[in-house]
């Protein structure tokens, strides 16, 4: 009796990681630790795994991952990225399709980007940022192949998209904060930025306050830096000692002032409540962070999924994929301190 062939099922499980994982090992992607890496590629090796070389009628489907390294990027300095190839990933060996990672920066964007792209004669294009270049991403439509935005939103780009409900998200993380008896909420960070995501979760604040009665008279702009993140919050707790809640633009800025906080002794959630939004590093012991919890695996798929519908349709609408995500209660939140009205 012939000897069972070895799938990538059989490597995920005798390494105890997913399939994505050893999928993404074995393509030579991005995103993999290097011990992780060198263990399931010796695995694979060990187990005698052969990658299977299918013969199809039709050409194989190239698409282009887009992933915007810039430098202090939100989506770069956290899980995001990888959790998103992933699911990308997951779906596309399904379909059957070669899926390559382009890193782009958009410092050099236009030209060079563009016109690697276009050479390497892609079928389709998935744009992975947490802030959309319009420039970038028009001229990308030009090239007459389909593409998805994920994880961002565009107010002119006329293409399919996978995003977050940024707006109804901040506004029920504010919601519950108040639900909680909070009545002095600040938000550092909170501007109207010309990026539609941090915009929305601006607006989605506001209206939380203004729905519940209160004035949003705490707000401190501020950028994703350490020096940024620290002045913003040094300032609000000067200016405002009667706050008992800091509502933060993303984790990363939730994150700078967890630590400032804890500098000075200002108990967290004691004295006071912070919240983030992306969930980038999940909990920890070091920082439980009550935070909104965007599902980037879930995106990935699902973004491969609208991608397909295009390439087998593609003149219908383009279509808005919009997730709801769900909030993470977690140890830096709770009630105001007693003394507070």
Known sequence: MPKARVTIEDVARAC??????????LSGKPGINALTRKRVAAVAQTMGYQRRIRVSEKPLRRIAVVVDQTENSEAMSSGFVHRLIQGTTEIIEKFRMQCD??????TMFIDEELT??????????????TEADREFNARLLDLGIPVVLVGMFSDTLYADAVQINHYSCMYDLVS????????????????DSFIPNLRYRFHGFLHAMADHGLAPDYIEPCTNNDASIRAATERMLERYPEMTAMICRD??????????????????????TVTGFGDVNGSTEESALTTVQIDAHTMGMLAVNVMMNRLRVP?????????????CIRATSGPPPLRTN
Do not use: C, W, Y
């Not at 690697?116 to 940022?129: G, T, W, Y």
């Not at 003149?315 to 909030?327: E, F, G, Q, S, W």
């Open 251 to 272: 984790d990363t800025i939730a994150h700078g002032v967890l630590k400032v906080l804890h500098e000075r002794g200002i108990a967290v959630p004691g004295r006071m």
């Open 176 to 191: 519950h904060v108040i639900s909680t008896g909070h009545r002095h909420i600040g938000m550092i960070g909170g501007q």
């Open 315 to 327: 003149a219908m609408m383009p279509i808005t994929a919009v997730i709801h995500a769900p909030l």
């Open 116 to 129: 690697n792209l276009a050479q390497r004669q892609f079928d389709a294009a998935m744009v992975i940022a």
């Open 101 to 106: 990672v382009v890193l782009v920066e958009r």
């Open 16 to 25: 105890h990681v997913s399939v994505a994982t050893v999928s993404m090992v």
